[in-house]
């Protein structure tokens, strides 16, 4: 969906999942996103980023609530899950900058809403780590086993179980 | 002997993966490398046996940052192998869509990768910090090219509205009419921007490109036009190959384009914004010529790091193009005219905002593509990079070794290069004793 027709009220929850279908596990992001779309959850809209995530700062303008999920690359165990409250401090950038030929990467892209001041006043960043980000498509089974619990994690932060 | 090396292994704020390899022995310049790493991609090949209709949407993939270019080479390209002609309206659309990825395109590279070399920042990041309402300035500018290119190609990354004799869709007058406040707005800011890089310092640094642009009787170039030179080269596009060759260089997964003129053999050649304003200065808009002039450009400029303002000036034109665009639009009986499939061979070349972008396509009569042949803009410009670097660390061997790499890869963003669309690239190294 495009986020100009997203109507966002106040109480919207944002969740906005990142990333390259085609290059292997760089989707995770989108079909985490794709997952808690399909639960139809009040309140929520689901939007999904393809590739160049410099548009990041205007989706998620009026939104008081937000979530991003991307894809990691910090060499450890496929499918482990992170957590960063990023409204309170910086994403660590060797996580978030190496995996794709992005012009910005999420951390650099959060960093220039935050000196431009418009960070929305929650921002929660997941990141999934994935094996393999070669040229394909599909998700290596140590992330796709690992969606779920990121969706119910994701849930129960935002309380809407 | 002496050696110096400047390296930059992983080069910053370019679209893609490369380096650069640079070796000075005894204060002279023994090499450049422009190393492309950047994976080979086999468009061509993928496109071997798809269908005539296929091609827009499967070369749009090819850049997430130039997508349309893409998709109208592509388009006109097939249009000439089936003998079709598209005009009016539907034509004028076109244009349209285009300018929306010349302002988002110049607008990311100029304020996000290009100015920060400008005012001495690592990134945009710490330019953002002290620089904020320019920032956000250049985001709504590149915001108004989304727009436009959401809106006409029906999503703003690999629009999928653009089809072999027309569009899908067509939009009514009036769902023009907000864009065109929007643009009203843009106009405005892109001028401020002209103003604005025309105030930056420029390392002082000239070259004698032989630039290489499309020109048309009347527009400045986007979709269509000959092939011209600043030495004296103008034939129609279908002659392309006849003066422009690729060939392979070890150091790179890219291929190098040389251009045959009359006089002095094969050589370098330049292609871009740069390329195109000297060629067609008289056909930019008066608002655009008349900036250009404010900022202190005349209508000739051979410093390469001066094309941030020449980038400007051409979103400003593309802003101009845009509006008049709209306030001539009517919207036409039907979204294509139709084509048929039948054997042939077509070829075109338009403007993306890095410079011509050359398709062309052999079809069979069940209009199969049987062959496919796509030369990139950053391709066809790494021979005159390297020359631009050999020439300019020359002339600075003096400067720091941290300055000189600096300065290096500044010079290398000049050119805005899309390794990603090149490959079929960036780390830089100066080496020194």
Not at chain 1, 27 to 51: C, F, N, S, T, Y
Not at chain 1, 101 to 121: D, K, M, T, V, Y
Not at chain 2, 55 to 62: G, N, S, V
Not at chain 2, 222 to 248: A, C, M, T, W
Request: proline share 6%; charged share 25%.
């Amino acid at each position: 969906m495009n986020a100009h027709n997203l109507q966002l009220h106040q109480e919207t929850i944002l969740i906005i999942g990142i990333g390259n279908i085609f290059r292997g596990d760089d989707g995770a992001g989108l079909a985490a996103a794709r997952l808690i779309r399909e639960l139809q959850l009040p309140g929520v809209a689901v939007l999904e980023l393809d590739g160049d995530p410099s548009t990041l700062l205007d989706r998620w303008q009026g939104a008081q609530r937000v979530v991003v999920i991307d894809a990691v690359a910090s060499q450890s165990s496929p499918g482990r899950i992170f957590r960063f409250a990023a409204q309170a401090a910086p994403l660590p950038r060797r996580l978030f900058a190496c995996c794709s030929c992005h012009s910005f990467g999420l951390a650099e892209q959060i960093e220039i809403a935050r000196s431009l001041q418009q960070l929305p006043p929650s921002l929660t960043v997941y990141g999934i780590e994935g094996k393999d980000f070669r040229l394909g498509s599909g998700l290596s089974p140590e992330v796709q086993q690992a969606l779920p619990r990121l969706v119910e994690q994701i849930r129960e932060d935002l309380g809407i179980c | 002997m002496s050696t110096r090396t400047i390296k930059v292994d992983y080069l910053a704020r370019v679209e893609g993966e490369g380096a650069l390899h640079i070796k000075i022995n005894d204060g002279r310049v023994a090499g450049v490398q422009l190393q492309i790493w950047e994976p080979p991609r086999f468009f061509e090949a993928f496109l071997r046996g798809r269908h005539f209709t296929e091609a827009p949407d499967i070369t749009a993939r090819i850049c997430g940052i130039c997508p349309v270019a893409y998709q109208m080479s592509s388009v006109h390209a097939m249009e000439e192998a089936l003998k079709v002609k598209v005009e009016g309206p539907l034509r004028s659309l076109r244009r349209l869509l285009y300018c929306g990825e010349w302002i988002e395109s110049h607008a990311l590279h100029l304020f996000m990768l290009h100015a920060p070399d400008f005012l001495g920042y690592e990134d945009s990041l710490q330019m953002a910090r002290d620089h904020p309402d320019m920032v956000k300035l250049g985001l709504q500018l590149k915001k108004v090219g989304n727009e436009l290119v959401a809106l006409l190609g029906g999503r703003e990354i690999h629009p999928i509205n653009v089809r072999v004799g027309g569009f899908y869709k067509v939009p009514a007058k009036e769902e023009l009419a907000p864009l065109a406040e929007r643009l009203k707005w843009a106009r405005d800011a892109a001028s401020q921007t002209v103003a604005w890089v025309g105030g930056l310092p420029f390392p002082e640094y000239e070259a004698d490109y032989e630039f290489v642009a499309l020109r048309h009787p009347e527009e400045y170039p986007l979709n269509e036009g000959r092939l011209v030179s600043r030495r004296g080269l103008d034939i129609p596009v279908k002659d392309y190959e006849k003066y422009f060759q690729e060939e392979h260089v070890p150091h790179s997964h890219a291929l190098h384009s040389t251009l045959k003129s009359r006089d002095q053999g094969r050589g370098p050649y330049l292609v871009g914004p740069l390329a195109r304003y000297n060629l067609n200065f008289d056909r930019l808009s008066p608002l655009a010529q008349e900036a250009a002039r404010q900022a202190g450009l005349g209508p000739e400029c051979r410093n390469p790091f001066q094309s941030i303002v020449v980038r400007a000036v051409e979103m400003l034109h593309a802003v101009a193009e845009a509006l008049g665009l709209i306030a001539a639009y009517e919207m036409p009986d039907a979204p294509a005219v139709p084509v048929a499939p039948r054997a042939g061979v077509g070829c075109a070349c338009t403007e993306a905002p890095r410079g011509i972008l050359y398709h062309r396509y052999r079809l069979d009569e069940a209009g199969l593509i049987q062959e496919a042949k796509i030369v990139p803009p950053t391709s066809q410009n790494q021979k005159s990079m390297e020359g631009d670097l050999a020439q300019f660390v020359a002339g600075h061997l003096d400067l720091s070794q941290d300055k000189l790499t600096w300065q290096c890869e500044q010079m290398i963003r000049n050119y805005d290069p899309c390794i990603s669309c090149a490959t079929h690239f960036l780390n830089l190294r100066i080496e020194r004793a």
